[in-house]
């Protein structure tokens, strides 16, 4: 009944018009009006006779919900014998209102899925913006200095409180691969402007460098793949920590708590955290990832660091402590060296290619034994159990 253009082949043969039509004979009473009138459409079709006609029981399951014990207690104060149908226009409207407050209730059902689906909805559409602007765009490098930029602010909040510079220090050097001159006494009197300053300059100095040994095209391919793959990893990742929040969000109310406000406040904390794990998961990518190069590359890189550059001039004047270029080509090579088992793996024998020397038999081609058997019902069938 719910299909497009349902009953327009059924044909009334002449005799059947005379008869009366088509003749509709109901067993009982859906919970929606909507599927009851469709199925009295199947008769009367384009100005063809027909009638319909239900026949329902107090036993039926939408009579028991909510109305079987009235209408039995009127049936037996009128002594009416059991088996005969019924008709009058109270069992009808009241058949009508049970259907109602189905709906209504059905109704709601989904307005309160809704409710909750819309806080999911506006963070799959700022996700889902952030993931079609990483796949449009050539390049991604101030997406991922803006993330160092809120990162920054936040280790600033974290470890100036604390007057924890070691810690700032680590975490620069963790994640950025890079250092920041600053003592005790200048960090205690640096506002957050300043450290987040100083630490994208480190940055920006420790990345052209990358991209001076790596080449520009593969940095852009490079945080291009950093943003997309964090993005992917972590939606899934907070997909399934909201669906775990939204089964046991509702024995809040036990506690006096509206569960739709509890898990807007859960939405809201949880997309924060994925905010600042995208931030830190593209620039983890974006700073620590190196292609494993040769020996031979290794050496010409190192011949070209000999040569001095302006940048690390600039770099040593504006005084922050990353090391000369020499540094930072041999902590380059370091990161990629292969590692001991890759490098036996790489000493071992390429595997020949497999060449079948006979003729293979299909599954559903006869027996090669003569039996008139399909292979796989025949010899192929000890074949296939081991």
């Known amino acids: 009944t719910n299909m497009a253009g349902r009953g327009t082949d059924i044909k009334l043969d002449p005799e059947v018009k005379k008869n009366g039509g088509l003749a509709i004979i109901g067993s009982e009473r859906h919970e929606a009006r909507r599927i009851d009138r469709q199925l009295r459409g199947r008769a009367g079709r384009q100005g063809d006779p027909g009638t319909s006609i239900f026949f329902i029981s107090l036993e039926d399951k939408l009579m028991r919900l909510f109305a079987a014990e009235r209408i039995a207690k009127l049936m037996n104060t009128f002594k009416m014998p059991e088996g005969e149908p019924i008709t009058h226009p109270m069992i009808t409207k009241t058949v009508e209102n049970a259907q109602k407050k189905i709906e209504e209730n059905n109704f709601s059902i989904r307005k309160h899925l809704l409710d909750y689906d819309d806080v999911m909805n506006m963070q799959r559409e700022l996700i889902y913006m952030k993931r079609r602007n990483a796949l449009r765009g050539d390049s991604l490098r101030g997406e991922l200095f803006d993330y160092i930029t809120d990162l920054a602010s936040?280790?600033?909040?974290?470890?100036?409180?604390?007057?924890?510079?070691?810690?700032?220090?680590?975490?620069?050097?963790?994640?950025?691969?890079?250092?920041i001159n600053i003592s005790e006494k200048e960090f205690d009197e640096m506002t957050v402007e300043q450290v987040t300053q100083e630490i994208v300059h480190a940055a920006e100095e420790f990345y052209h460098r990358k991209e001076d040994l790596l080449g520009r095209d593969f940095m852009i391919q490079l945080e291009k793949y950093a943003v997309l793959q964090t993005i992917d990893d972590k939606w899934k990742d907070h997909l399934r920590i909201m669906d775990e929040i939204k089964e046991g969000i509702n024995l809040r109310a036990y506690g006096q708590k509206d569960p739709l406000l509890e898990y807007k406040s859960e939405a809201v904390e949880q997309f924060g955290s994925l905010l600042k794990d995208i931030a830190l998961g593209s620039v983890s990518i974006a700073f620590k990832?190196?292609?494993?190069?040769?020996?031979?590359?290794?050496?010409?890189?190192?011949?070209?660091?000999?040569?001095?550059?302006?940048?690390?001039?600039n770099l040593n004047q504006r005084g922050?402590?990353?090391?000369?270029?020499?540094?930072?080509?041999?902590?380059?090579?370091?990161?990629?060296?292969?590692?001991?088992?890759?490098?036996?793996?790489?000493?071992?024998?390429?595997?020949?290619?497999?060449?079948?020397t006979e003729t293979k038999?299909?599954?559903?081609?006869?027996?090669?034994?003569?039996?008139?058997?399909?292979?796989?019902?025949?010899?192929?069938?000890?074949?296939?159990?081991?």
């Open 361 to 386: 038999i299909g599954r559903n081609d006869p027996c090669p034994c003569g039996s008139g058997k399909k292979y796989k019902n025949c010899h192929g069938r000890d074949i296939n159990l081991n």
């Open 154 to 179: 936040i280790w600033y909040e974290d470890f100036h409180e604390n007057k924890d510079l070691k810690g700032l220090k680590n975490q620069v050097r963790s994640l950025l691969l890079c250092e």
């Open 320 to 356: 922050i402590k990353y090391g000369r270029d020499e540094e930072t080509v041999e902590m380059i090579t370091r990161a990629s060296a292969p590692r001991p088992q890759e490098q036996e793996g790489a000493r071992a024998v390429a595997v020949e290619t497999y060449k079948r």
């Open 289 to 313: 990832y190196f292609p494993q190069i040769s020996q031979q590359e290794q050496v010409q890189h190192k011949q070209k660091a000999d040569v001095p550059k302006v940048r690390s001039k």
